[in-house]
Structures are given as structure tokens and as C-alpha cells.
């Protein structure tokens, strides 16, 4: 019996799933996780902490995990591994607001990267052949 045979059939799914969490994890601590100031502008207005070149590298850093997550048809990794990694992130990160509304911001980017995964997937299942109606793909109604 090789190692396959006793190993549960979701196991590479749900490893999967742990990794593009803790990347998604790191990838915040890494590219957003250190800056924690505001910018204030002359005329008295506040931007920030981020800059657009910070959110785009995060973005950058997780495509490329996240597409093989998604080439390998793990559904569920692709979609919930990310969004459960940067939804800690953001908590973590942001739950020392004073006012409270940093939860409103987490369930931003919590719906935000749930969207953008689920989107992404669709894609590469459709580019790869293994969308809904396809041969070895899944059907999304019973035909």
C-alpha cells in the first residue's frame, strides 16, 4: 500500500487550502503588515497607510499560488485559502481602531477577495477545459 492509498482523498486540498493561507498571510505581513502610518497632506487630509504599489505587489505576490491552486482544480483551496489568510491579516492587523470600524474593512476584504478568487477560478477552469459542461469538468445542474 503506498502512501496514497492511506492518505484521505481531500488531503491535497486541504494542505493546499493551509498553504495559500499562510502565504496570504505572509504576503500581508510583508507588503502591508509594516506600514502603520498615515499620510498627511498640507492641506490637513490623511491618505493611507497604503500605497497603491503596496496592494498591487500583495496582489502580484498571490496570483501566482493561487493559479496553481486553481489549474489544479482545487476548488475550495483556490477560493478559501486566500480569503481565510488575508481576512486574519486584516483583523489582526487592523483590530487596534479605536472606533470600531475596522470590522467593516475586514468584511471588505473578506467579500472582496472571495469574489476576485471565485472569479479567478472560473477563468482558469474555463481556460483549462475543465469548466462546467466540459469533459472531466463539473456540471453545475442536474442535466
Request: charged content about 20%; cysteine-free; hydrophobic content about 25%.
Given at each position: 500500500m503506498d502512501?496514497?492509498?492511506r492518505l484521505p482523498k481531500r488531503t491535497?486540498?486541504?494542505l493546499a487550502a493551509?498553504?495559500?493561507a499562510g502565504v496570504a498571510l505572509a504576503a500581508w505581513a510583508g507588503w502591508l503588515g509594516w506600514d502603520q502610518q498615515?499620510?498627511?497632506?498640507?492641506?490637513?487630509?490623511?491618505?493611507?497607510?497604503y500605497e497603491a504599489?503596496?496592494?498591487i505587489g500583495l496582489v502580484l505576490t498571490l496570483l501566482p499560488p493561487v493559479c496553481w491552486a486553481a489549474s489544479r482544480r482545487y476548488a475550495a483551496a483556490t477560493v478559501f485559502g486566500p480569503t481565510a489568510g488575508l481576512t486574519v491579516a486584516a483583523y489582526v492587523d487592523w483590530s487596534d481602531d479605536a472606533s470600531g470600524l475596522y470590522m467593516v474593512g475586514v468584511g471588505l476584504v473578506m467579500v472582496g477577495t472571495l469574489i476576485v478568487t471565485s472569479a479567478l477560478y472560473a477563468v482558469i477552469a474555463a481556460l483549462t477545459g475543465h469548466g462546467?459542461?466540459?469533459?472531466?469538468?463539473?456540471?453545475?445542474s442536474a442535466r
Open positions: 502512501t496514497n492509498e491535497p486540498h486541504v493551509i498553504a495559500l498615515r499620510d498627511v497632506h498640507p492641506d490637513g487630509s490623511t491618505t493611507g497607510p504599489w503596496q496592494v462546467p459542461g466540459r469533459p472531466g469538468g463539473r456540471r453545475w
